[in-house]
Structures are given as C-alpha cells and as structure tokens.
C-alpha cells in the first residue's frame, strides 16, 4: 500500500514542489521584490465604468481590488520561486512584448520615405495589364457551321448568354482581368493565345482545357506605373515601408544588445 503510494506521480510533484519552497526560504532567492502593493481606487472604478456603463457599488468595487490583489501576490509568489524561468510560454509571451516596444520606435511615415521607397520597388507594385473579354465555348469538337455564326458580327451580351450551351457554368464575359487570371480558369495555354489578339473581333476557335471557345476582345489597358495617388498602392507602400523600418531597428537593438553577453558554447 505504502510502495504504491510512493509511486503515484502526485506524490512526487507535492514532494519537489515542497522542496523549491523549502530552497527559496532557506536562500531568500528571487530577488528583493517590495512588499507593498500600490493601489489605485480611481483605476478600478474607471475601469468598471467603461465596462458597465455606471459606478461600482462599494461591494463590488471591493470584489475587484480583491481580486486583482489575489492575482498580484500569486505573481509575486511566482516571481520569487523563479517559476517564469525556463519556462516556453512566458519566454515567447515576454519576446512578444520586447517585439512590440520596438515596433513603437519607427516614426511615422513622411511622403518622400514613401516615394523614395516606392522609386526603389516599383516593379514591386506595378499592376499588370487587362483585358475585357467575351467568350462562348463550342465543345470538344468546334464544327465549322459553329465558328462562322461569329465571323463579322458584335454580338451583344444578351444574344452572347443564349448562344452558349452552358456546360462549362464559366461567365461569358470578363472585365479587367489578368492574363494571369485567365490562366487560372482556362488553362496557361488559351490565356497566353489570347493574349496575342487584337481587339474588336471574335477570334478562334481557341482551345482552352475545356475545348473549343470564340473569344472577342473587348479592350486592353497596358501596364500602369504605380503612383501613391492610388490609394490601395499608396497603402501596400506603407505597409511594407513600416515592416522593414521595425525589421532593421530590431536587428540593430538586438546586435547592440548582444555586446553585453559573452556566449560560451558548452557541451
């Protein structure tokens, strides 16, 4: 009975624990942490305020301050018997914050760090070019009866929906999109062919990973240089402006931190 108590792993965490407490009182480790708590009564009644939307009673304002005094002698405790030591969860919680205070350090943007920024990376933000398209797709297999419907005619978007047969289930008509874009839906091979045509005629047939498709290009806008005046652009520059201002000033605050340790590689 006696053996099986010893070997239950309760008994053994009770026993290592009562053995840190009895270090720690013996040693007075943990530093020489001060034993008044400041307390700020106006803070709490705030903070109940906001949350509640009135003042607190005095019983409740008693139960917060309880409360908070419950959880600061616990952390005090803590402190003291190095319990936030070799410990993952407050290790990263701690590096968060260190992160987070140095992110703080990057003065906001001026306009020609933005520009400067964005003359430095501008194919970085360039928007690629678009096409406006309809398309009707004939099937596997394009008759000959079937292509010459489209030779020299505008056919508008209502006639174009009824002249397809809908079994792709793929819109008819695009508007402002990438030749990127259209790889995606119709396969590398028919996006990089009609990219090769002129406008203002339907074309084909072109074979797509479906089959056979009429395709008739509406319009085309070439490349458009990036330009802060563009809101969506000028956003994405700050962005990218901010991260790599916090980047280099973590790594210069680390290197100015590591001067003061000395790493000893062990075994």
Same mark, same amino acid.
């Given at each position: 009975m006696i053996k099986r108590i010893i070997n239950e792993p309760l008994i053994h965490f009770l026993i290592a624990a009562l053995a840190i407490f009895a270090l720690y009182s013996l040693t007075g480790s943990g530093g020489s942490e001060s034993s008044t708590v400041l307390i700020n009564k106006n803070q709490f009644a705030e903070r109940w305020q906001r949350?509640?939307?009135?003042?607190?009673?005095? @019983?409740?304002?008693?139960?917060?301050?309880?409360?908070?005094? #419950? *959880?600061?002698? /616990?952390?005090?405790?803590a402190l003291r018997l190095g319990l936030d030591r070799e410990d993952a969860v407050v290790r990263n919680r701690m590096l968060q914050k260190m992160k987070?205070?140095?992110?703080?350090?990057?003065?906001?943007?001026?306009?020609?760090?933005?520009?400067?920024?964005?003359?430095?990376?501008?194919?970085t933000y360039q928007q690629a070019a678009t096409m406006t398209l309809?398309?009707?797709?004939?099937?596997?297999?394009?008759?000959? @009866?079937?292509?010459?419907?489209?030779?020299?005619?505008?056919? #508008? *978007?209502?006639? /174009?929906?009824?002249?397809?047969?809908?079994?792709?289930?793929?819109?008819?008509?695009?508007?402002?999109?990438?030749?990127?874009?259209?790889?995606?839906?119709?396969?590398l091979e028919f996006a990089n062919s009609v990219d090769t045509l002129a406008a203002g005629s339907w074309q084909g047939p072109i074979t797509s990973g479906y089959?056979?498709?009429?395709?008739?290009?509406?319009?085309?806008?070439?490349?458009?240089?990036?330009?802060?005046?563009?809101?969506?652009?000028?956003?994405r520059v700050e962005n990218d402006w901010l991260n790599a201002q916090q980047q280099r000033l973590?790594?210069?605050?680390?290197?100015?931190?590591?001067?003061?340790?000395t790493v000893e590689f062990v075994e």
């Open positions: 949350a509640w939307r009135r003042p607190p009673t005095e @019983q409740e304002l008693r139960g917060m301050i309880d409360e908070y005094l #419950n *959880d600061e002698v /616990l952390y005090r405790e987070f205070l140095q992110d703080q350090r990057v003065p906001p943007a001026a306009e020609a760090d933005l520009q400067n920024w964005l003359d430095e990376n501008e194919a309809k398309q009707i797709y004939l099937g596997q297999q394009a008759a000959q @009866q079937s292509i010459a419907k489209f030779a020299g005619k505008a056919i #508008n *978007d209502q006639a /174009l929906s009824a002249l397809d047969d809908g079994l792709l289930g793929i819109a008819n008509r695009f508007e402002n999109i990438s030749t990127t874009e259209l790889a995606g839906k119709f396969g089959g056979q498709h009429m395709v008739f290009v509406v319009a085309r806008t070439t490349v458009a240089s990036p330009d802060l005046s563009n809101p969506t652009i000028k956003q973590r790594a210069q605050q680390v290197q100015e931190l590591r001067e003061n340790f």
